[in-house]
């Protein structure tokens, strides 16, 4: 049996208390977390946040205030694999350039209940993002108004479990065939919102018919659209036709919803959409 460690439930105290403080903060404002440990100091390379390896994959100049990108990975996959094509060099250049950071786990801290639906990742790896977001805006000057999440398959899934748990700091999410986990009768619809009135935006990608593993993933990807929008979001429900597979415009369009998209702005384009969506899929 795996012990908790004190910083499990100093960080566990604090995400509740955070939860129930967001709900009083003007939707304008972020309510970010507070970090439970000390900081380590952030660079790129592998760096330990409560005990978990992470990749800081870009950490860029302190001088100019950009967003922080966290990712989450695939089912027997790595990050920096899945990059190659979800955040490419050219992203992640403009990232670094814009003064940003990009953070992946490398595995999951596998203290609590799945959120992916085969433990790939875990409710306490929202703990360790959480550590991340705190030393990230106190130690290289990350944007509180710009946090975005980004995942693929299980780690898609996990990204969309989050945004309802981290609405009070989300800027906005992109998940690649994630969405709502449909299995074995489970929806995972009725998921509480954190801060209900961040009305956050949502690229939710998926391959059409033929993106199947274990689930099928256009149909999760439609549930978190649908219920996203029964709650006043605005989600582009993006159908790139490709199976569960990260087709190579998945970069550029990421990268312009995150910049398009910071806290609180529910909607930027008002349905006349950017090259790099229209070049990737047909929105739904």
């Known amino acids: 049996m795996k012990l908790l460690t004190n910083n499990f439930w100093a960080g566990a105290l604090i995400a509740l208390s955070g939860i129930a403080d967001a709900q009083s903060q003007p939707v304008g404002q972020p309510s970010l977390p507070s970090a439970t440990d000390i900081c380590p100091e952030i660079n790129a390379g592998i760096i330990d946040f409560l005990g978990v390896s992470v990749d800081i994959v870009v950490a860029g100049p302190k001088q100019r205030q950009g967003p922080l990108i966290i990712y989450w990975h695939g089912t027997g996959t790595k990050a920096r694999d899945e990059l190659e094509y979800a955040f490419n060099s050219t992203a992640?250049?403009?990232l670094h350039d814009a003064g940003g950071m990009l953070a992946a786990l490398e595995k999951s801290s596998g203290i609590g209940s799945s959120t992916s639906g085969n433990a790939v990742w875990t409710a306490?790896?929202?703990?360790v993002a959480d550590e991340i977001v705190a030393c990230a805006v106190a130690q290289i000057n990350i944007d509180p108004q710009r946090i975005h999440l980004l995942g693929m398959s299980a780690g898609g899934l996990h990204s969309t479990a989050m945004s309802y748990k981290r609405s009070h700091y989300l800027a906005s999410i992109a998940t690649l065939s994630g969405g709502h986990m449909l299995l074995h009768g489970q929806n995972g619809t009725d998921t509480?919102?954190?801060?209900p009135d961040n009305k956050f935006a949502a690229l939710i990608m998926h391959g059409g018919n033929k993106d199947r593993y274990i689930l099928s993933f256009d149909e999760?990807?439609?549930?978190?659209?649908?219920?996203l929008r029964a709650r006043g979001h605005t989600a582009y429900l993006c159908n790139h036709g490709k199976g569960h597979t990260i087709p190579a415009a998945v970069s550029a369009?990421?990268?312009?919803?995150?910049k398009d998209h910071p806290f609180a702005l529910k909607d930027k384009y008002k349905g006349v959409l950017p090259s790099e969506l229209t070049n990737l899929?047909?929105?739904e």
């Open 281 to 283: 899929c047909i929105i």
């Open 220 to 227: 999760t990807s439609n549930a978190f659209a649908d219920t």
């Open 253 to 258: 369009a990421v990268w312009r919803f995150f």
């Open 124 to 127: 306490h790896d929202m703990l």
């Open 92 to 94: 992640r250049q403009q």
């Open 192 to 195: 509480q919102s954190s801060q």
